[in-house]
């Protein structure tokens, strides 16, 4: 069963960059299908970012532009490029495989 884990989040002030890292434990296949969540305080679990079946990208309208997601097979990871922050991206950020999640990274941007 594959295993996921995430990495890269942190504490930046708006308009900041992070790069997130989802690794799974096998199978380079398999991160075509990675998809990137987040949850905000109080918030349900929001789709952020993943592959359409044709493997092109495929973002929530509010990071469209700012966020970019990529892989490489080689490593067995799918990463989450975030750009321009904002306040409203402050959340726990999760990568998904089928039924498998990470534990989530923290991403917190202030004002």
């Known amino acids: 069963q594959v295993q996921l884990v995430e990495s890269g989040g942190g504490s930046v002030q708006a308009g900041g960059s992070l790069r997130l890292s989802c690794t799974a434990s096998?199978?380079?296949?398999?991160?075509?299908?990675v998809i990137w969540y987040r949850q905000a305080p109080g918030k349900p679990r929001e789709w952020v970012a993943g592959?359409?079946?044709?493997?092109?990208?495929d973002y929530k309208a509010s990071v469209r532009g700012r966020f970019t997601i990529s892989k490489v097979y080689a490593k067995n990871t799918v990463y989450l490029q975030m750009n321009d922050l904002k306040p409203e991206d402050t959340g726990v950020y999760y990568c998904?495989?089928?039924?498998?999640w990470g534990r989530g990274t923290q991403v917190t941007v202030s004002s």
């Open positions: 096998r199978g380079s296949q398999d991160i075509n299908d």
């Open positions: 998904n495989l089928g039924f498998q």
């Open positions: 592959f359409s079946g044709h493997g092109n990208a």
